[in-house]
């Protein structure tokens, strides 16, 4: 099977209204992601299949959106890391044709994935997920080659001009302060801040395999200290 219908979907949220902010949206899941972060929200999502738990099919997806057309603002593509997928750019424009804006949420693992589909317009807005300091992205993520692929993905994203929100898991045993200030500084030197485009810290929600126990932290207090660094607004996210 080739476009959309390819595509491992494995999941489906018929509205959202925070993960797009300021829209109404559909979440189509997809499966696959080639990083393995230790605090991953989706982890279930990573294989691009899992036997027995297949998602709804692409047909049973357009048919849902048809009849939410004028209920719905946009579908937003999540994951996994949706840009592994070569059919997405296929998926994009059949969901557009149907009158929906389209937004993405990506950490940026596929750079050339994510430029071709800015420069062919195929994307309203896009949620940047940001793990870390670009050099220490190879402990977060577990692939030594990821740091570099995200700045390239977040380099292609500031070019597009295209809108978007960078979004930063905050787990305190893999990222301390200091981390996150040098983090917000890159981000700054980058461009990223320009535009008014936020940083959004993202509260870690349960402990994971392998972790220690998740300390406390006062999230607002610590968006509230970054500012400076990332020049632009950071904002805290339950």
Same mark, same amino acid.
Request: contains cysteine; glycine residues 14%.
């Given at each position: ?16 209204? #925070? ?11 997809? &499966? ?62 059949? #969901? ?26 195929? #994307? ?24 570099? &692929? ?19 898991? #905050? ?68």
């Amino acid at each position: 099977m080739s476009g959309p219908g390819a595509l491992p979907v494995g999941g489906l949220v018929p509205l959202s209204t #925070v993960d797009w902010p300021d829209r109404l949206a559909a979440v189509v899941f997809l &499966r696959g992601c080639p990083w393995a972060c230790g605090y991953c929200h989706n982890p279930d999502l990573r294989q691009a299949a899992r036997p027995g738990q297949a998602g709804p099919g692409w047909d049973q997806l357009l048919k849902l959106l048809a009849l939410r057309q004028g209920l719905l603002d946009g579908v937003v593509f999540s994951g996994g890391e949706p840009t592994a997928h070569a059919a997405l750019g296929d998926a994009l424009a059949e #969901v557009r044709a149907l009158g929906f804006g389209t937004a993405l949420h990506t950490g940026g693992a596929y750079p050339e994935a994510l430029a071709g589909l800015l420069a062919r317009g195929l #994307v309203d807005w896009v949620g940047f997920d940001v793990k870390g300091p670009f050099g220490d992205y190879a402990r977060i993520t577990g692939r030594e080659d990821a740091g570099a &692929r995200a700045r390239r993905s977040l380099e292609s994203l500031v070019r597009s001009g295209v809108p978007f929100e960078l979004r930063t898991t #905050v787990d305190p045993r893999l990222l301390d302060e200091g981390c996150l200030q040098r983090m917000a500084g890159e981000l700054r030197a980058d461009g990223a801040s320009t535009g008014g485009h936020p940083l959004v810290l993202q509260r870690c929600n349960a402990a994971q395999p392998g972790l220690p126990a998740l300390p406390g932290l006062d999230l607002p207090a610590l968006a509230a200290r970054l500012a400076s660094a990332f020049s632009g607004p950071v904002l805290a996210r339950a």
